[in-house]
């Protein structure tokens, strides 16, 4: 008797953007899963509300349509299973359990909005399907819109991971309200300032694990990276890794830091919606490098999503 093939949608509901990965199960131990659709809709939950710990009527909207076109996406693949799960903006907003019932609603697809712990888990799950992490501990870092998650691991384990509340939308929040677009020296150094103290945990875990290089896992990175190629990449184009120049790295850091919002939208490469984040995080990355003095950084365009279905491969 001939089975339909088991198809799985993978939604990965991040305070900036929305995820959607639809494969095909392999039905040989062995086999990889088929890709059928990779895509993203920047739906910016955390704008407007995250830092007041609610999510703002505009962005609850948008977090609906964008669930229903995905749900329409599912269907038309004839997908059977589907894993949604939900991060920082979720975790920390008042009406985060409403958003959770309103999708179900009008979807049926269950969310499950996961901590920070785990989230670094999967996350590493993530990168080492794209990275060779090799047997030294590597300091991994995924930039989200609400949270930061640090993992130092190897190939093989994880020995420290901590997720921060020091997402791209919280800093742009809190240091950067762009009048003319362009970041005062005040607020960079204040940045800066708060970086140090919130990131007490991982200076003595970086001093006792001595990490190697640096892993950044999508967002962020995946748009650091398309600066340095000098286009954009749609999401099934983006390469699983990529090696990033400090000096590239450096150089799009000062560009960011002194060109206005019109003029960052305008380099090639730039993802519009990440412009203005894009500073923050930048001064956010440029900050554990310097701390740590890593010199080789590799971007992996898998994170939670890949990692989940990782997990449910068994790889």
Do not use: C
Not at 48 to 61: F, K, L, T, V
Not at 67 to 96: Q, Y
Request: aromatic fraction near 6%.
């Amino acid at each position: 008797m001939h089975t339909a093939p088991r198809r799985l949608a993978l939604i990965d509901m991040g305070t900036n953007t929305f995820h959607l990965l639809i494969v095909e199960m392999p039905t040989q131990p062995g086999e990889k899963p088929l890709e059928l659709l990779r895509t993203k809709a920047g739906v910016r939950l955390g704008e407007g509300g995250i830092s007041r710990g609610e999510i703002a009527p505009a962005a609850y909207s948008r977090a609906l349509h964008t669930m229903r076109g995905f749900k329409e996406e599912i269907d038309l693949h004839g997908v059977n299973e589907v894993r949604a799960t939900a991060t920082s903006a979720m975790r920390v907003s008042s009406n985060g359990p409403d958003l959770v019932r309103d999708i179900f609603e009008q979807t049926g697809i269950r969310v499950e909005v996961i901590p920070g712990a785990r989230e670094a888990e999967l996350i590493w799950e993530g990168v080492r399907q794209a990275v060779d992490l090799g047997g030294e501990p590597q300091l991994i870092m995924d930039v989200g819109g609400g949270s930061t998650e640090f993992i130092i691991a190897d190939r093989h384990t994880i020995f420290w991971k901590q997720s921060f509340e020091i997402g791209a939308q919280r800093l742009l929040d809190k240091f950067f309200t762009p009048a003319d677009g362009i970041m005062p020296a005040a607020a960079l150094a204040a940045e800066r300032d708060y970086l140090a103290e919130m990131l007490a945990p991982l200076h003595a875990a970086v001093a006792h694990f001595r990490p190697v290089g640096l892993v950044g896992a999508s967002g962020s990175f995946d748009t650091l990276g398309d600066l340095q190629a000098g286009r954009v990449h749609s999401e099934a184009e983006q390469p699983p890794m990529r090696e990033l120049t400090l000096a590239g790295f450096q150089e799009s850091l000062r560009q960011l830091l002194s060109l206005n919002h019109e003029q960052r939208v305008a380099l090639p490469g730039m993802f519009p919606m990440r412009a203005d984040m894009l500073v923050v995080a930048a001064v956010l990355i440029d900050y554990v490098l310097g701390s740590f003095g890593l010199t080789r950084i590799r971007s992996s365009a898998y994170a939670l999503k890949e990692g989940l279905l990782a997990e449910m491969l068994g790889l």
